[in-house]
T-cell receptor
Framework: SQQGEEDPQALSIQEGENATMNCSYK?????LQWYRQNSGRGLVHLIL?????REKHSGRLRVTLDTSKKSSSLLITASRAADTASYFC?????????????FGKGTHLIIQP | NAGVTQTPKFQVLKTGQSMTLQCAQD?????MSWYRQDPGMGLRLIHY???????DQGEVPNGYNVSRSTTEDFPLRLLSAAPSQTSVYFC????????????FGNGTRLTVT
C-alpha cells in the first residue's frame, strides 16, 4: 500500500520561480527521502531527512519534516528547465515489515522556459 | 564506476513465457531490491535481499522469484508472464536498506502480450 502521497500531482511554473511539493504519510518513520526521476530513467536520490530532524538543505533544495503532522515538503528555489522531472517522496517505516522504502505516486514538475 | 546495471532495457514477452531480469551493482552494497513502477501507482517493492543468501518478499511478490548467490547480482525471475506484469522494473541497492539512500538502475521496460 502507498505510504506517501505527494501534492500536487502536477505542477507547471516559469523558470526562475520556486517550486514546492508536499508529501503526507501515514505511519511512524525512521527517515523520509526525496528522489527525482527524469523521463525514461531511474530515480536519483536528492535528500534524506531523519525523523529527529526538521529541516535540511542541499544546494537549491530545502526539505522540511513535520512528524506531528506526518508531512514533508520539498522546495526547489530559482527553478531551471533541467529541474523538469517527477519527484517522489519515500519513507523508511519504523513499524517493522519489509526492509525498504515505501514510495508515493510522485509530483510531475514542468519548468516553462 | 558503473553503479547499478540492469539488462535488458526493453523486453516483450508472450503470456506464459518466463524470463530473468538481470541486476548487478559494483558498490559492494549488502542491500538490493526490485521495484515495479506502474502509471499512477508509484513504485512498489517486489522482493529484497539484505545480503548474499538472504531474500524476502515485499509488497507485490506474487509471480516473481529472486535469488542472491553473490553480493553483486540480484536477478528477478518471472515464472509465467501475465499481462498484469507489464511494467517498468527497477533494481536498487544501498548500504543499509531504507536507512540509507537507494541507488537505482535505469530500468527494464517489460511488455507482456
Amino acid at each position: 500500500s502507498q505510504q506517501g502521497e505527494e501534492d500536487p500531482q502536477a505542477l507547471s511554473i516559469q523558470e526562475g520561480e520556486n517550486a514546492t511539493m508536499n508529501c503526507s504519510y501515514k505511519t511512524s518513520i525512521n527517515n523520509l527521502q526525496w528522489y527525482r526521476q527524469n523521463s525514461g530513467r531511474g530515480l536519483v536520490h536528492l535528500i534524506l531527512i531523519r525523523s529527529n530532524e526538521r529541516e535540511k538543505h542541499s544546494g537549491r533544495l530545502r526539505v522540511t519534516l513535520d512528524t506531528s503532522k506526518k508531512s514533508s515538503s520539498l522546495l526547489i528555489t530559482a527553478s531551471r528547465a533541467a529541474d523538469t522531472a517527477s519527484y517522489f517522496c519515500a519513507t523508511d517505516d519504523s513499524g517493522g515489515g519489509a526492509d525498504g522504502l515505501t514510495f508515493g505516486k510522485g509530483t510531475h514538475l514542468i519548468i516553462q522556459p | 564506476n558503473a553503479g547499478v546495471t540492469q539488462t535488458p532495457k526493453f523486453q516483450v514477452l508472450k503470456t506464459g513465457q518466463s524470463m530473468t531480469l538481470q541486476c548487478a551493482q559494483d558498490m559492494n552494497h549488502e542491500y538490493m531490491s526490485w521495484y515495479r513502477q506502474d502509471p499512477g501507482m508509484g513504485l512498489r517493492l517486489i522482493h529484497y535481499s539484505v545480503g548474499a543468501g538472504i531474500t524476502d518478499q515485499g509488497e507485490v511478490p506474487n509471480g516473481y522469484n529472486v535469488s542472491r548467490s553473490t553480493t553483486e547480482d540480484f536477478p528477478l525471475r518471472l515464472l509465467s508472464a501475465a499481462p498484469s506484469q507489464t511494467s517498468v522494473y527497477f533494481c536498487a541497492s544501498s548500504y543499509s536498506g531504507g536507512h540509507s539512500p537507494l541507488h537505482f538502475g535505469n530500468g527494464t521496460r517489460l511488455t507482456v502480450t
